[in-house]
């Protein structure tokens, strides 16, 4: 009897080891990475301590397999991650459940009201870094929500899809009327301003177009119910929170309204959603020509999340679905420069650090660039900024690790060897703002030392590495 039981057990596991695995797995899951209450809110020139948590920040995971390939795809409630949060992540995926590392893409939301995964109290500009007791925690929860995405791998199905939502949207870099434009921290006159005010009687013109399109993944059981939903939308974020308060702002809102749209969204395992940031470095979601009344707490971010997930839901309708996503994935550290400081910026730098008074609790702009561009004379010498590619199926993700000007993302759409392409920003690293040689002409907050990190050309490199590697999985 016992020699019976052990050659069934044989023959189920031959088989079961020669049935073939569907054409396209798929597997969605959470991780929750809120902080400890008095952890220092970033998003802001003077970070403060939270209060109060509103809502949970999570780190939302997504595991495709196609039966030779793994991907995971990762986007954490968080302003940015430093590359070093995100190597560690990655390498420690890599070693729990063999997804290769370049496999793996970690992204931000760059909701304003989470706490620091960027590095220490101080802003240092280096590629590699000891981590915090926060960021190893964030790094622990990242790879504990791809280990239970890949245990909830299932038969899938894909469909794309986009939906154009511009009323969220507004370049926020403006041409003023002559004689209008106020110094910048350095003395010096830009020829456009970020944030000019609403309503401001001398906006002339913005300084270039918003990206209004919501692209998305959407994976499901075979003629089932959603599995997840991954999403990219071009807005920096929405703000208006109550005071010290832990946010995931509208991205957080967006997925949880979007789940709530689904019939059997609770179901288990449950529906997830998910919000990447797309191309947002030069828009927000302030109207500048038309302003609105301001708002209680929360409300402006309900408003936008909800809208876009229900546009996004309908959408949703729509899309054609596919049985069957070869996978691939490239990833690349390119040696871009950092941001050069002449002699001139760093003589004004030690002057205003000597000579401006410290106001406990108060913000100085001047005497924060001073510190800033003194640190960024110091850099490291290499910035590893880490670009890559996802193909799935007809579909292709580019990533940078900065926050990048929506007309760069709409070039990527444009130029990809795929038709159905998008950008994601902020990931597997932050390193500032990343505006076009265009806008650097132009200045502006944007293109400050120490707002902005690498050299004026990173955007073209970026996006030369980007399409020889999207031509290369294609």
Not at 76 to 86: A, E, I, N, W
Not at 135 to 145: E, N, P, T
Not at 311 to 322: E, F, G, H, R, Y
Request: with cysteine; proline share 7%.
């Amino acid at each position: 009897m016992r020699s019976f039981f052990l050659a069934l057990f044989v023959v189920a596991t031959l088989h079961a080891a020669d049935t073939p695995k569907a054409p396209l797995m798929a597997g969605a899951a959470t991780s929750n990475i809120t902080p400890d209450l008095g952890g220092e809110v970033v998003g802001g020139f003077l970070p403060y301590p939270c209060t109060n948590i509103h809502d949970e920040l999570h780190a939302r995971c997504l595991v495709l397999d196609d039966g030779k390939t793994k991907l995971a795809l990762v986007v954490c409630d968080l302003l940015g991650l430093h590359r070093s949060v995100c190597v560690a992540a990655r390498e420690l995926i890599e070693k729990e459940t063999g997804i290769p590392a370049a496999h793996v893409v970690i992204s931000g939301t760059h909701t304003h009201s989470a706490v620091n995964a960027l590095g220490g109290p101080v802003r240092g500009y280096f590629s590699d870094l000891e981590l915090t007791d926060y960021q190893k925690f964030v790094v622990r929860r990242i790879a504990d929500g791809v280990r239970r995405a890949l245990y909830l791998l299932r038969p899938a199905e894909i469909a794309f899809g986009t939906v154009a939502v511009p009323e969220h949207v507004h370049i926020r870099r403006w041409f003023l009327q002559e004689g209008k434009m106020p110094p910048n921290p350095f003395g010096k006159i830009d020829k456009v301003k970020m944030n000019p005010g609403a309503g401001n009687p001398a906006l002339v013109e913005p300084a270039g177009e918003p990206d209004p399109v919501v692209s998305f993944i959407a994976l499901r059981e075979p003629g089932g119910r959603l599995i997840s939903l991954y999403s990219a939308y071009s807005l920096h974020y929405v703000g208006g929170v109550n005071g010290a308060d832990i946010s995931a702002d509208y991205y957080g809102i967006y997925c949880e309204a979007l789940k709530r749209l689904q019939s059997g969204g609770n179901d288990d395992p449950p529906f997830v959603a998910m919000m990447a940031n797309g191309t947002s470095g030069d828009a927000n979601n302030i109207n500048f020509r038309n302003p609105q009344p301001r708002k209680k707490p929360y409300e402006q971010m309900r408003y936008v999340a909800e809208d876009v997930a229900a546009k996004v839901n309908t959408a949703l309708a729509s899309v054609t679905w596919q049985k069957s996503a070869p996978l691939a994935a490239r990833y690349r550290e390119l040696d871009i420069a950092w941001r050069k400081i002449d002699p001139e910026l760093i003589a004004w730098a030690k002057e205003t650090e000597a000579k401006t008074p410290r106001i406990q609790g108060k913000a100085d702009l001047p005497l924060a660039y001073a510190g800033r561009i003194q640190r960024l004379a110091q850099a490291s010498p290499a910035t590893k900024s880490p670009v890559q590619i996802l193909r799935i199926g007809d579909i292709c993700i580019g990533t940078t690790p900065t926050e990048t000007f929506a007309e760069t993302g709409v070039e990527f759409r444009k130029r990809s060897p795929f038709a159905k392409s998008f950008m994601v920003e902020l990931a597997n690293g932050y390193y500032g703002y990343m505006p076009t040689p265009r806008h650097f002409e132009l200045g502006g907050y944007e293109t400050w030392p120490g707002t902005n990190n690498l050299e004026p050309q990173a955007s073209v490199k970026m996006m030369d590495a980007l399409l020889e590697m999207a031509a290369e999985v294609k």
